[in-house]
């Protein structure tokens, strides 16, 4: 149980265009998820929090306009990266908490991740 | 904000070794985790142990949140422990969830 996917996990696209990740929660009900962003060698960096339902928080220097989340269902979470551009380039990687089976309500479960690169 | 650090920074370690490694954080938590990042990204589920002691096979944890640590122990290394070990946090009523620094352990045969 506490399965999250993630799709693409991988995606290459031009400087300038719109890019869509998708997380979802496949066997638990997910009342909240994480965005997080990863540059190599480093630690994960939290973007935004969504409950389901309700508008992103979105944490300090993260652009609410150019990172669109959106958290329709209380198994789907999308993250839209409006004109991309090269440093936006990262592992953008999203997490679902909820009554997962024989979990806590609060335990957090991963997707595998999506790696963006911007030309 | 709350700061979480993890130590050492890096490690490596002959196969069949144990190890010790600890996250500090500098205010009371009410959650705790801790993951391992394989060498594809994708990150791992150890424990939930925002207090007490846990095991997990070669695997245990303890945390005393009343000193701000916690500590997680690698007993019998094999090669396939590495990776990037991560502790994060959870403080007061927010939802904001910090990661800690990491700690990149690399197991030799």
């Known amino acids: 149980g506490a399965v999250v996917s993630q799709h693409p996990s991988w995606v290459i696209c031009k400087s300038g265009t719109s890019v869509k990740i998708e997380c979802r929660s496949l066997?638990?009900?997910?009342?909240?998820m994480f965005w997080y962003r990863q540059f190599p060698k480093q630690s994960l960096m939290l973007m935004a929090t969504s409950n389901e339902g309700s508008k992103a928080t979105y944490e300090q220097g993260v652009e609410k306009d150019k990172f669109l989340i959106n958290h329709a269902s209380l198994t789907l979470s999308t993250l839209t990266v409006t004109s991309a551009h090269p440093e936006d380039s990262s592992f953008y990687i999203c997490?679902?908490?909820?009554?997962?089976?024989?979990?806590?309500?609060?335990?957090?479960?991963f997707g595998p991740g999506t790696r963006l690169t911007v030309l | 904000g709350i700061q979480v650090e993890q130590s050492p920074p890096d490690l490596i370690l002959q196969e069949g070794a144990n190890s010790t490694l600890r996250c500090n954080f500098s205010?009371?938590?009410?959650?705790l985790q801790w993951f391992h990042q394989n060498p594809w990204g994708q990150l791992i589920n150890l424990f939930y142990?925002?207090?007490g002691t846990k095991q997990n096979g070669r695997l245990s944890a303890t945390t005393v949140a009343t000193e701000r640590y916690s500590l997680l122990y690698i007993s019998s290394s094999q090669t396939t422990d590495s990776g990037v070990y991560f502790c994060a946090v959870r403080a007061g009523g927010y939802q904001k969830v910090t990661f800690g620094t990491g700690t990149k352990l690399q197991v030799i045969p």
């Open positions: 066997d638990f009900q997910a009342t909240t």
């Open positions: 997490s679902a908490s909820g009554a997962a089976s024989g979990g806590y309500t609060d335990t957090q479960y």
């Open positions: 205010d009371s938590v009410n959650n």
């Open positions: 142990i925002p207090s």
